[in-house]
């Protein structure tokens, strides 16, 4: 696959309809569709230019990054921060696995690397004129703790519903808060106009040869500690940690395999590789809000497409379950995006067969919500296959109850709901049900056929978004009388005046005859509303896009046609 030097778009230069480099650009409004990855894609170094390089820009050279790494002076504020053995689950899958602390950093993630090795190369006159950066995240506490370090002054900006742990964590660092608008394309759009009003200078979170440099200084550190290394796992969000990271280990040892692993909903890298240069995915999942990108960097996708060896997919279910890991080894909690990696790695392994090998992966950060964590104890023995969902339907009659758990055997039981059926024989009961599972998708499917075989009608809910993040909290059943309805899953900002905005824009004009809100204590909620008579109904689908919630259609869904639908 040929490799296309092409001219790094920052936030100050990207150009018209593109969006804009940014941490936390899961908002932004694109109108460019995403390209679903194909097959045949290939890494490596050694390809040519391609026709998309802009004329007199040359693409800085693996050795050159690798002296910028080399010289970085990060640990002014930095730490050196260990590589640890994770013994237990080393023995789980058979492979000597390590994890790079960068929890352990002064801001609780890698970002100080690249936020400081940026700003350490102002100039007397930059440094004057102050720096100013648009984040609710991670990059937002590194740029405001080297500020304090290199006496430069820092203005965040930050959405107005930012919560206040995130807005007290950069003012402890010494950045100035100036919160504005009500997402973050609005916060950004005023930083921007910070820069060129009053010329203060942009620090992008990775679009940078200065910030990838920095942040390599952790691939530097994983060498120092384990040359050895067979295979280093390193999350993408917008590049910088990956390119980095891969530059600098394959400079050092090109035996060593640097695999990038994105979350499946947010792989702005897969669909980067695809098209042969960077585009902008139509919505992101913000359950890993610190790799939620919609597109991914010009100058991160050229050095990630020439020094990655591979690129991998996870579920939220799998980064759920390398959250527990890393707490069952070393009592950290990690924020979704900073295990990333780990899932990464057990997935890869799994499907490779690996075994016998050191594995590394990068804890990349844990500044996380702590009321999200309910969400994830709850997905996580999903997502290592240890809990199986089903739907079932047993007769009403005297002992059906006892005859059916009688073919769970001494299986654990995690979840049970139930409500009388019709005694009339018509309408069987339909129970909801959680198994703990020791033999993972295997048993599953075998507690699945030993039901069908004893006669129940059952459907395995395990994949089905909906029933694990709706249908098992809800209450109501099925209708009493017949509806047509068509029902939507929402991502609704957790904000105030969210759900006043739905029901404007939705709740006047049509009726809505099922909704379902969950708090995960993260920056959006989940919502499940069905509304009559919609199918169809091009008013109905130009409101929803007035909405601007993603929407979608979850009519269809297993749970949802079990447990909720109208007969």
Same mark, same amino acid.
């Given at each position: 696959?040929? &490799?296309?030097?092409?001219?790094?778009? *920052?936030?100050?230069?990207?150009?018209? %309809?593109?969006?804009?480099?940014?941490?936390?650009?899961?908002?932004?409004?694109?109108?460019?569709?995403?390209?679903?990855?194909?097959?045949?894609?290939?890494?490596?170094? %050694?390809?040519?230019? %391609?026709?998309?390089?802009?004329?007199?820009?040359?693409?800085?050279?693996?050795?050159?990054?690798?002296?910028?790494?080399?010289?970085?002076?990060?640990?002014?504020?930095?730490?050196?921060?260990?590589?640890?053995?994770?013994?237990?689950?080393?023995?789980?899958?058979?492979?000597?696995?390590?994890?790079?602390?960068?929890?352990?950093?002064?801001?609780?993630?890698?970002?100080?690397?690249?936020?400081?090795?940026?700003?350490?190369?102002?100039?007397?006159?930059?440094?004057?004129? /102050?720096?100013?950066?648009?984040?609710?995240?991670?990059?937002?506490?590194?740029?405001?703790?080297?500020?304090?370090?290199?006496?430069?002054?820092?203005?965040?900006?930050?959405?107005?519903?930012?919560?206040?742990?995130?807005?007290? !964590?950069?003012?402890?660092?010494?950045?100035?808060?100036?919160?504005?608008?009500?997402?973050?394309?609005?916060?950004? !759009?005023?930083? $921007?106009?910070?820069?060129?009003?009053?010329?203060?200078?942009?620090?992008?979170?990775?679009?940078?040869?200065?910030?990838?440099? /920095?942040?390599?200084?952790?691939?530097?550190?994983?060498?120092?500690?384990?040359?050895?290394?067979?295979?280093?796992?390193?999350?993408?969000?917008? /590049?910088?940690?990956?390119?980095?990271?891969?530059?600098?280990?394959?400079?050092?040892?090109?035996?060593?395999?640097?695999?990038?692993?994105?979350?499946?909903?947010?792989?702005?890298?897969?669909?980067?590789?695809?098209?042969?240069?960077?585009?902008?995915?139509? &919505?992101?999942?913000?359950?890993?809000?610190?790799?939620?990108?919609?597109?991914?960097?010009?100058?991160?996708?050229?050095?990630?497409?020439?020094?990655?060896?591979?690129?991998?997919?996870?579920?939220?279910?799998?980064?759920?379950?390398?959250?527990?890991?890393?707490?069952?080894?070393?009592?950290?909690?990690?924020?979704?995006?900073?295990?990333?990696?780990?899932? /990464?790695?057990?997935?890869?392994?799994?499907?490779?067969?690996?075994?016998?090998?050191?594995?590394?992966?990068?804890?990349?950060?844990?500044?996380?919500?702590?009321?999200?964590?309910?969400?994830?104890?709850?997905?996580?023995?999903?997502?290592?296959?240890?809990?199986?969902?089903?739907? @079932?339907?047993?007769?009403?009659?005297?002992?059906?109850?006892?005859?059916?758990?009688?073919?769970?055997?001494?299986?654990?039981?995690?979840?049970? *709901?139930?409500? @009388?059926?019709?005694?009339?024989?018509?309408?069987?009961?339909?129970?909801?049900?959680?198994?703990?599972?020791?033999?993972?998708?295997?048993?599953?499917?075998?507690?699945?056929?030993?039901?069908?075989?004893?006669?129940?009608?059952?459907?395995?809910?395990?994949?089905?978004?909906?029933?694990?993040?709706?249908?098992?909290? $809800?209450?109501?059943?099925?209708?009493?009388?017949?509806?047509?309805?068509?029902?939507? *899953?929402?991502?609704?900002?957790?904000?105030?005046?969210?759900?006043?905005?739905?029901?404007?824009?939705?709740?006047?004009?049509?009726?809505?005859?099922?909704?379902?809100?969950?708090?995960?204590?993260?920056?959006? %909620?989940?919502?499940?509303?069905?509304?009559?008579?919609?199918?169809?109904?091009?008013?109905?689908?130009?409101?929803?896009?007035?909405?601007?919630?993603?929407?979608?259609?979850?009519?269809?869904?297993?749970?949802?046609?079990?447990?909720?639908?109208?007969?």
């Amino acid at each position: 696959m040929s &490799h296309e030097a092409s001219r790094p778009v *920052s936030e100050e230069n990207a150009p018209a %309809g593109q969006v804009p480099n940014t941490e936390e650009n899961a908002g932004t409004e694109t109108t460019a569709a995403a390209t679903t990855a194909g097959a045949g894609t290939t890494f490596g170094a %050694g390809a040519t230019a %391609g026709a998309d390089s802009t004329a007199g820009t040359e693409a800085i050279s693996g050795a050159e990054y690798l002296k910028k790494i080399v010289s970085a002076p990060v640990y002014r504020v930095a730490t050196n921060t260990p590589l640890e053995n994770m013994e237990t689950l080393s023995k789980r899958i058979g492979n000597e696995v390590l994890v790079k602390r960068e929890d352990l950093q002064p801001v609780h993630s890698f970002k100080i690397r690249g936020a400081f090795n940026r700003m350490s190369q102002l100039t007397d006159d930059e440094r004057a004129r /102050g720096v100013v950066a648009a984040s609710a995240g991670n990059h937002a506490q590194g740029v405001a703790l080297s500020g304090t370090e290199l006496g430069v002054r820092t203005v965040i900006v930050m959405p107005e519903v930012t919560p206040s742990i995130k807005i007290d !964590a950069v003012r402890s660092f010494g950045g100035e808060v100036l919160l504005h608008g009500a997402n973050f394309d609005e916060a950004k !759009a005023k930083a $921007m106009e910070l820069s060129e009003v009053e010329g203060m200078v942009w620090v992008a979170p990775f679009d940078d040869e200065a910030v990838i440099a /920095g942040q390599g200084t952790a691939g530097l550190e994983i060498f120092q500690s384990r040359p050895d290394v067979d295979r280093v796992f390193v999350q993408v969000g917008g /590049g910088g940690l990956a390119a980095g990271i891969s530059v600098l280990l394959k400079e050092l040892d090109p035996n060593i395999q640097v695999i990038g692993v994105e979350p499946e909903e947010s792989a702005c890298l897969t669909h980067a590789l695809a098209a042969g240069h960077p585009v902008a995915l139509d &919505h992101v999942s913000l359950f890993a809000e610190g790799v939620a990108v919609k597109q991914i960097g010009s100058e991160t996708f050229r050095v990630c497409r020439e020094y990655l060896d591979d690129v991998i997919t996870v579920s939220s279910d799998e980064i759920s379950a390398a959250i527990k890991d890393i707490f069952d080894d070393t009592r950290a909690i990690a924020e979704p995006a900073g295990a990333v990696a780990l899932a /990464g790695l057990k997935r890869y392994a799994a499907d490779h067969q690996v075994e016998g090998e050191t594995l590394a992966h990068v804890l990349s950060g844990a500044n996380v919500n702590f009321h999200s964590l309910r969400y994830v104890s709850e997905r996580a023995e999903i997502g290592e296959g240890g809990e199986g969902i089903f739907g @079932v339907s047993i007769p009403e009659r005297e002992g059906a109850f006892l005859e059916f758990c009688k073919i769970l055997g001494h299986r654990a039981v995690t979840e049970f *709901s139930y409500r @009388v059926g019709q005694r009339d024989g018509e309408k069987p009961a339909r129970i909801f049900v959680g198994v703990k599972l020791k033999n993972g998708e295997d048993e599953r499917k075998a507690i699945a056929e030993d039901l069908r075989e004893a006669g129940y009608g059952v459907v395995d809910l395990s994949d089905d978004d909906v029933a694990k993040e709706h249908v098992r909290y $809800m209450i109501g059943g099925t209708p009493g009388q017949h509806v047509d309805e068509t029902a939507y *899953s929402f991502e609704f900002p957790e904000n105030p005046g969210a759900l006043l905005h739905f029901l404007e824009v939705l709740g006047t004009r049509w009726n809505i005859t099922g909704f379902h809100y969950r708090s995960f204590g993260m920056d959006h %909620g989940r919502v499940l509303a069905a509304f009559e008579d919609v199918s169809g109904d091009a008013e109905f689908q130009e409101h929803l896009q007035q909405l601007g919630y993603h929407a979608t259609d979850v009519t269809d869904s297993p749970a949802y046609d079990f447990f909720i639908s109208a007969e």
